[in-house]
């Protein structure tokens, strides 16, 4: 092979093992060489959410919807006749105009259970003299900002009278995500060889993870530098899940 023409990236010693094991996914390599974050950026914690005004014509639809859902229900492979046409369209137009401040008020009242989840977490480690500084954040995503409380196997639980189900906040990992678009950036920037680009890519140049994996077992060091500057992980999130009655 040809020399490499730059090292792109130190490698953790745990990833070239499992490339040497030879028993891998390039899936599993993309998750050892790009390992989470250490010590990541804190962001602030978001605003309060805004309230959601209904305009009048959302006012009117949601007054038509319960006159118009459901009117119609095609019950034979054929063609609509203009009525049905006319009744379809009417009840997509209310529901579509309808929907607009719901899904708005769905994520406001999303909103508002993260914050408390985060006063309720602030106020019990009052309660019990302690701070929350070590309690991680959520780095990305709607829920930026807030604390992460759940983890990978216990969801953070908000309980509602009456209600048999909680809110949940549940933990999302972040994935390593690997960018075939950067291999030709590496190449054209020479910091690959085209030997190297080659050897990763098909014959129409589309990344080829069992090309991938071909390389990493006959090159395991240059292999997963290559995969290191390519793939970058995504922040840990979470799932807010509302209860059911």
Sequence with gaps: MTAPTA?????????????????????????????????????????????????????????????????FQLTERRPLTDKELVQLTDE?????????????????????????????????????????????RILSGKAKGHYLLAGAASPYKVSVPGYEQCWEQRYVSGSAVTDPAK??????????????????????????????????RKHPARGLEILAAITTRKDPGAQLVSPKK
């Design 7 to 71: 090292t792109l990236a130190t490698v953790p010693d745990a990833a070239l093992q499992l490339a040497k094991g030879g028993n891998f996914s390039v899936a599993d390599l993309a998750d050892a060489v790009v390992p989470p974050e250490a010590d990541p950026k804190v962001p602030d914690f978001p605003a309060l959410p805004k309230p959601v005004q209904l305009t009048d014509k959302a006012r009117t639809a949601l007054g038509q919807i319960s006159k118009l859902f459901g009117g």
């Design 92 to 136: 997509a137009s209310v529901i579509t105009e309808a929907a607009k401040p719901l899904a708005a008020r769905i994520e406001v009242i999303a909103e508002m259970l993260r914050v408390h989840m985060d006063a309720q977490t602030e106020q019990s480690a009052g309660r019990l003299g302690r701070v929350v500084r070590s309690v991680p």
């Design 183 to 216: 291999l030709l950036e590496l190449y054209e920037a020479e910091e690959i060889t085209r030997e190297e680009y080659l050897a990763l890519t098909r014959e129409q140049r589309v990344y080829d993870e069992d090309k991938v994996a071909a390389f990493v």
